[in-house]
């Protein structure tokens, strides 16, 4: 299968997502929230996409459990971390968008907000977990037992937060299946570009690591055993190789291996 | 009608977009400081291997 | 066949020597009890309250069971890492799951062990009627599975990571945060002011056992990663 290149790929992100938000300020027509419900077309497909960033990183890691191989550990890894950094904005952006339509900065009876703050508060412990077990495959390993068991955490959590509370405020997604046809359009331009955002932010990192992977290599061949490369990985991520690292999904985490 | 009120509710619209891009923009200074990093060791390498090149290219492997 | 009876037999002495050694040492169930008993009256003085009923004797209850759980939860698998049982499940012709549903057991036994004084002391505490009592026990029991499902899972995970007893609480509690709400939203229409009601128990029985059986799957899926070196 022919993956379009990453500048390729960004290029269209930058299209589809300037479209997007295009259609929210010159096309979409007000509703009955008033101004205020533009902030849906960005709030909502940074949750879904952060969502099903958690259960795409689930699914990777699946695939290194069953096959040992640590691109698909690489993967997971920045498939978590991105969907935590949207995850972020998804809070910001809910905790404003409470604020202008209900006057407070959290609202707790908004169950698809708290049950996705429950996820994300999970899923914040993934950085301690990994920082914590030191040797790097079984750290790996590990973290993709959490990857599994936090994945089919979310469905059910979110069903139990939806039971807790009656849905007092119309959640205005649930009645996604009577928006009328131009904020339809509008929304699904709106989500197809956030989520060309997500893959394409994810094949950056993963790039980025590759190549800090590789000039670690180089340096080793090119100094020998004794000068170990400096602390390849950046504070940011804990996960990354140490200086001592030899796993050898260093070579190209981008490409699995044959 | 692409109305933009700059009453309370287009500030806070505009807060909300604001986060989103500033999110990306901080995400895209730190890959910015890492490029740079790689660049640093990139440039230090290709010296130490001019260096071993020109040097009889020796290897202490 | 002989596999699956040497599975079960793993099982059982793994099980009966978990118990022994916690009859014997008494680490983690008088040390759950007396921290439920103490809570309470933290709790009596925090809400500054000497009667609930309701969401309030539900919440207090759960979440001082939920809490003294975890520190049977952290302790669950010091003895293997320390004295090498990781290596001996290994090692012999045993399926790891042996472990992990001895383990589970060996939790849920705990924990019933401790809502069998707590519940009763909560009781006396803060009921006015017991008539509630005999189906939340029943709910309790069903929570039991699910704190024992995820608890022995995350303990795994932490048992070889260095900030062991961190790690524990801070995975844990988001992943029990559906148990609670389910056990919690049951128990509080089992405490209700008026005497026990029943109307709309049974989603909550449904969310917990939908609960339970999910992450036991989880734990028998992943369990014999959690094993390797």
Sequence with gaps: MKVPSLRAQAAATVAILAAG??????????????????????????AICSLAGFVVAGIHAIRHLRSGDPVHDARSYVSIHLSVIFGIAVLATG????????????????????????????????????????????????????????????????????????????????SAGGLPGSMLLTFVVCLAGIALLWLSLVRFELTAKSASAKLARLRRALEGEAHPPPLAGSRIAPGLPSRTASASWMNDPTTPRS | MPALPLDEAGKYVAAAYVVFVALILVYVAIMAAKLERIQRELGELADLAEQKHSGGGVSDV | MSARTSSFRAFETILAKDLRVELRTLQSVPAMVLFAVTTFVLFRFGLDRDALSGSLAAGVLLATVLFAAILAINRLFVAERDEGGFDAIRLAPVDGTALLAAKTAALVVYLLLLEAIALPVFAIFFLDSWAGLAPLAGILALTDLGLAATGVLVSAIAANSSARDLLVPLVLLPLLVPVMIAAGGAAELLLANGGPSYDGIAKWLGVLALYDVVFLLVGYAVYDFLLED
């Design chain 1, 95 to 174: 905790s404003i968008w409470a604020r202008a339509q209900w006057g407070k900065w959290w609202v707790w009876d908004e169950p698809t907000l708290v049950s996705f703050l429950i996820v994300f508060l999970l899923y914040v412990t993934y950085y301690p977990l990994r920082y914590a077990i030191e040797d790097r495959e079984r750290q790996a390993r590990y973290a993709s037992v959490f990857a599994i068991t936090a994945g089919a955490f979310v469905p059910l959590n979110f069903l139990a937060v939806r039971l807790a509370d009656p849905l007092i405020h119309p959640r205005t997604f649930s």
């Design chain 1, 21 to 46: 938000f295009t259609l929210v300020f010159f096309y979409a027509p007000l509703d009955t929230e008033g101004f205020i419900q533009k902030i849906f077309y960005l709030h909502v497909p940074l």
